[in-house]
């Protein structure tokens, strides 16, 4: 039984998101926190969940790397089937970093239910930290067949809006960037830009996507 964090809203939601942390922090960090804060401040509810490896961390269960992304799928559709049976109305599916990506894969499966109307990244991890002659990891944004928008700092050393210029994105991705962000999306001190108001801007931007999706 997949275990739950709830932000929601006093009022009925715009939609629900069903939200990932990335790779190497929990669901109750200090960002997935501040991230759940300001969707709900913009009528978007969130469940927060946790991978088995990350679960287990906390009953003393060793600190090993998490499994690859693909074997992450199997968790990510347990999830979402405990929202779909207990929560009304539209859902997003999304994450952080590495919890995007697993949710983008998701979304090019076949079975995706159709309530699910869209996937939501924040910070996708288009290639490893800081190299992008690496392997870049395009196939699950390519092969969604759900809407895709991601959240991406301006200078994400997993991809950057340079790097990024330099590509081209199917049609259903969208990317709404942030000022100066990095991976968490913090500004330097120089930017005019802070975290909080990167944060709020991540969600604002969220919250309109949700809208455009259910036409509200």
């Known amino acids: 039984m997949t275990d739950y964090l709830w932000t929601r809203p006093d009022s009925d939601p715009v939609a629900t998101l069903l939200l990932a942390h990335g790779a190497g922090a929990t669901m109750d960090s200090a960002f997935m926190t501040r991230l759940a804060t300001s969707l709900e401040a913009e009528g978007i509810a969130v ?28 968790e990510f559709q347990t999830a979402l089937q405990g929202i779909l049976k207990d929560t009304p109305g539209p859902i997003l599916v999304g994450g952080k970093s590495m919890g995007g ?37 395009l196939a699950p944004l390519q092969e969604s067949k759900r809407p895709i928008q991601l959240l991406q700092g301006d200078r994400d050393p997993f991809g950057s809006k340079k790097e990024l210029d330099g590509i081209t994105l199917p049609d259903h991705v969208a990317i709404h960037y942030l000022e100066d962000g990095n991976h968490d999306f913090g500004p330097r001190g120089k930017s005019p830009a802070t975290l909080a108001s990167n944060i709020q801007d991540a969600a604002k931007a969220t919250a309109t996507f949700a809208r455009k999706l259910t036409g509200a």
Request: aromatic content about 10%; some cysteine; charged content about 25%.
């Open 47 to 74: 469940a927060r969940f946790e991978f088995a490896y990350m679960a287990a961390r906390r009953t003393g269960g060793a600190k090993r790397p998490p499994p690859k992304a693909d074997k992450l799928i199997g």
């Open 101 to 137: 990506r697993v949710a983008a894969m998701l979304a090019g499966g076949s079975s995706l239910p159709p309530r699910v109307l869209g996937v939501t990244c924040f910070g996708f991890p288009f290639h490893p930290d800081g190299k992008p002659e690496g392997e870049w990891r």
